[in-house]
C-alpha cells in the first residue's frame, strides 16, 4: 500500500527556519518526482515544488512566493523527501502535503497519492 | 502563470441529485485537467485525470468531460460521501494552479 507521511511541522516565528519531511512506503521511492503544496486555512491549494527523480538529476522547481526561500530535497536511501524553509513569513502558515507525482496517458501529470499534511504555523 | 476558474463557488444538492461543476482555464490546455475530491480535514484525492479518465478505485459516478479551456465534473446520483469540496487542476504548464473549489453541501 503507497502511503506518504508528513512530519515535522508545527509553530515558528517569522524569519525563522524549519525542515518537515516526507517518508514514502509502499512504492520505489526513487522511481518518482516528488511535489509539494500547501493550503493556508479556509483556503485553496497552492503548488509549492517539485524535486525530479534522479535519472532526471533530481532537478527542483519552486513557486515565485517560496523561490530563494524553500529547497526541496530527497534521500532516496530513506526513501523520505525534505522541504526546508527558512526565512518564513506569516502568510506561509498552511498545511503542507507532500504527493507523488507521476506521468499518465497523454503524458498528462497527476498527483496519485497524497500525505495527510502537517500545519505549520508562523507566528511570534 | 495559467488560472483556473471554477463555478460554482458553493452549491446545495441533495443524495441522489446530480450535480455538474465547470473549470475554465485561462488558455488552452489540452486534456492536462484533473480533478480532486477534499473531506474537511482530509489531504486531496484524485478523482479524474485527463480530464476523463477515472481514476483506479474512484466510484463510476464520477465522470469528467472537455478539452481546450472548459471542463466539465459531473457527479450521478450523489452520495452522502460525496458532499465535499472538489478542486481542477491543469498540468499544462508549471507552476501547476487549482480552480478556487466547489463545496457541495447538503440541501
Known amino acids: 500500500e503507497v502511503q506518504l507521511v508528513e512530519s515535522g511541522g508545527g509553530l515558528v516565528k517569522p524569519g525563522r527556519s524549519l525542515r518537515i519531511s516526507c517518508t514514502a512506503s509502499g512504492f520505489n521511492f526513487g522511481d518518482y518526482d516528488m511535489t509539494w503544496f500547501r493550503q493556508a486555512p479556509g483556503k485553496g491549494l497552492e503548488w509549492v515544488g517539485f524535486?525530479?527523480?534522479?535519472?532526471?538529476?533530481?532537478?527542483?522547481e519552486y513557486a515565485a512566493s517560496v523561490k530563494g526561500r524553500f529547497i526541496i530535497s530527497r534521500d532516496d536511501s530513506t526513501s523520505i523527501a525534505y522541504l526546508e524553509m527558512n526565512g518564513l513569513k506569516t502568510e506561509d502558515t498552511a498545511v503542507y502535503y507532500c504527493?507523488?507525482?507521476?506521468?499518465?496517458?497523454?503524458?498528462?501529470?497527476?498527483?496519485?497519492?497524497w500525505g495527510q499534511g502537517t500545519l505549520v504555523t508562523v507566528s511570534s | 502563470d495559467i488560472q483556473m476558474t471554477q463555478s460554482p463557488s458553493s452549491l446545495s444538492a441533495s443524495v441522489g441529485d446530480r450535480v455538474t461543476i465547470t473549470c475554465r482555464a485561462s488558455?488552452?490546455?489540452?486534456?492536462?485537467l484533473n480533478w480532486y475530491q477534499q473531506s474537511p480535514g482530509k489531504a486531496p484525492k484524485l478523482l479524474i485525470y485527463a480530464a476523463s479518465y477515472l481514476q483506479s478505485g474512484v466510484p463510476s459516478r464520477f465522470s469528467g468531460s472537455g478539452s481546450g479551456a472548459d471542463f466539465t465534473l459531473t457527479i450521478n446520483s450523489l452520495q452522502p460521501d460525496d458532499f465535499a469540496s472538489y478542486f481542477c487542476q491543469q498540468s499544462y504548464s508549471t507552476p501547476w494552479t487549482f480552480g478556487q473549489g466547489t463545496k457541495v453541501e447538503i440541501k
Open positions: 504527493t507523488r507525482e507521476r506521468v499518465a496517458i497523454f503524458g498528462v501529470i497527476i498527483m496519485d497519492y
Open positions: 488558455q488552452s490546455i489540452s486534456v492536462y
Open positions: 524535486i525530479r527523480r534522479k535519472v532526471y538529476g533530481e532537478t527542483t
